[in-house]
DNA sequence: TTGTAAGCGTTATCAC
DNA sequence: GTGATAACGCTTACAA
């Protein structure tokens, strides 16, 4: 049971091995005639190429290599809409996708470009100083970034763009009537591993609410897990009085235990007080109540991140590097006051 | 910037390049003297072999290939502990990981076998008449299945051991007093795609109370989200009495939203009424409240279905195969009421 | 429009 | 213990 070559193609067709391969890959013209006689031997044999051939003689693998933030650190839920929209628009131009776990750290990086295992990387989870930047810029394969570092020394970056979703919730609570706004910042562990949108969108928020002259506080760090949220939420809710008091909850996972915390005190979302979540649309459908949310957008990301590495793969002169901010969506759900 | 080759190695160390090949692989024994020049020299260029071409030349491409069920009927959040313990046995082993969505079907198993882009599959998700199946039996290269179809068509099969999960939960509720037990049945999307994990959890569990002699019922399908969960535990409720009252629910994603109704009418779980999900570890402890829970094991099935997908590597000669069923664990936590 | 043949970078079989 | 050298299966000049 060993599978047939292109040799065996060309037998049958009656044609030498390199009109197989001008067949397939259309880089010549070929006659009706011949090219019906040579997918008929294919159909036939059902044949396949052979990858590892194929890399090694036209030094392409159409392999993409995903360095994914697994462990202990990745935010479980919202990793897999990023890897499904990849691995789909990978198939959308034929290619493979290779999975390398961010444990492995530089080491995955050198290896999957050293051993020619792919043509171009993703790279997710981008710390503000992320030491694979260096070694990534370094690499003899186009590299994105999904997240944006302090310096991306010259790679290409996509990301939401976390001011613009800042922005957009405090212009929608203010908007609103709100007079007090609440920012829930990030856990310690967050901030001191140097996720810098954590930075980005806190300032960012903080600045609209200055430009609306809305009052207003960031309660941080907030840890992951249900009395971390309580604890935030009391800080929240603190010296409250008359008006309206809106929440931004930046952080997916937070969202939930902060809504549950609220309820427990007898403060009803989208009745005593406004909540807007950033997560995915997905996510702030399931929520209970569902949260109103700033759409984090991990299929758009994705895609345009794949977009602009497939472009960098065909015009293969380095084009000159981006940094594609994605922008949000904001969603009225069922956790934000509406007009008075 | 082009990468070097063996014969840039073997040309540094003054050795042929089969020597620089078997200084790797250990194959045959080589003197210390030139092993160490050898390694200078690899360490010297940095040189890492071309997969490609070990692949071509060896015959063996050291690749896994991982078909996962992406697409909307995934079970988002729990694929990832399997993924990821897949890719770290798969490292262990010097292998890389291929990833392949569900969504190619069966094509997508061709292609890794006939391009030769993989040695091995592992194949997730299984139905109990699964298209895939007898496509896998007839690939080249092993597959293991992580799931148990009604046959298996000679492939190995690894998967939690359900109906023994359905007997833990059973024989705790019973043990522990309860008189009355209600099973949160499944989606009728997933009974109808034919995941036979849901009849072989159902039905062992009935048998078990039938054992203990404790009535029960069973509330299905009950379809994904609130209202849904919301309908169920009224269905449960119904009619409910002097006694104790046990829930077990067997899908990851009903639990919460079953909590939440049940605390809505009033029913606290815990003191009220009992429930025992069916999920991992690391989810039970993230609802609220921390559901007793019958563990799912993601991560030992996967390391088990990645040991017996090794050792059909290493002994390539056909081995008798297996269903492999892994022992779930119990762990009360918070919605169990105690022993009287 | 098609065929011939020289690689691509390893591994593994012979020799010595 | 080590070195030549023939595959491995494909792509792609170069010829015709």
């Not at 091995?17 to 397939?24: A, D, I």
């Not at 044949?47 to 030094?59: D, H, K, T, V």
């Not at 776990?101 to 050293?114: I, N, Q």
């Not at 051993?115 to 394969?141: G, K, Q, T, Y």
Request: aromatic share 4%; proline share 7%; charged share 20%.
């Amino acid at each position: 049971m060993v599978a047939f070559t292109s040799k065996d193609v060309a037998r049958a067709a009656g044609v030498s091995q390199s009109t197989v391969s001008y067949v397939m890959s259309g880089k010549r013209p070929i006659s009706q005639r011949t090219r019906l006689r040579v997918l008929a031997a294919i159909e036939e044999l059902t044949y396949e190429p052979n990858a590892g051939a194929r890399a090694l003689a036209s030094q392409r693998t159409s392999v993409i290599g995903l360095v994914v933030p697994f462990g202990p650190a990745a935010d479980t839920a919202g990793l897999l809409p990023f890897i499904e929209t990849i691995a789909s628009s990978a198939r959308a131009r034929d290619h493979e996708v290779l999975l390398v776990t961010a444990d492995e750290g530089s080491a995955g990086l050198r290896r999957l470009a050293g051993r020619s295992l792919c043509d171009a990387i993703v790279l997710m989870d981008i710390l503000a100083h992320d030491d694979r930047i260096p070694v990534a810029a370094s690499l003899r394969v186009p590299v994105i970034l999904i997240g944006v570092p302090d310096d991306p020394a010259g790679l290409p970056c996509v990301d939401l763009d976390f001011p613009m979703a800042a922005r957009m919730a405090v212009d929608e609570l203010a908007a609103t009537g709100h007079d007090r706004l609440v920012f829930i910042g990030y856990s310690a562990g967050f901030m001191s591993r140097g996720f810098n949108f954590v930075r980005r969108f806190l300032d960012a928020a903080e600045a609209a609410a200055d430009r609306h002259g809305i009052p207003h506080k960031t309660v941080a760090p907030v840890e992951w897990g249900r009395a971390a949220a309580e604890k935030a939420v009391d800080r929240a809710l603190a010296g409250r009085r008359k008006g309206r008091l809106g929440l931004v909850v930046p952080h997916s996972t937070t969202i939930q235990p902060v809504l549950n915390a609220l309820s427990a005190r007898g403060v009803v979302p989208g009745r005593d007080i406004s909540v807007i979540g950033l997560c995915t649309d997905a996510t702030a459908a399931e929520t209970e109540p569902p949260v109103s949310n700033i759409s984090s957008e991990p299929r758009d990301v994705s895609r345009r991140a794949m977009q602009t590495l497939f472009q960098l793969l065909d015009s293969d002169g380095p084009t000159r590097p981006t940094i594609e901010l994605v922008p949000p969506r904001y969603t009225r759900r069922r956790t934000t006051i509406p007009q008075p």
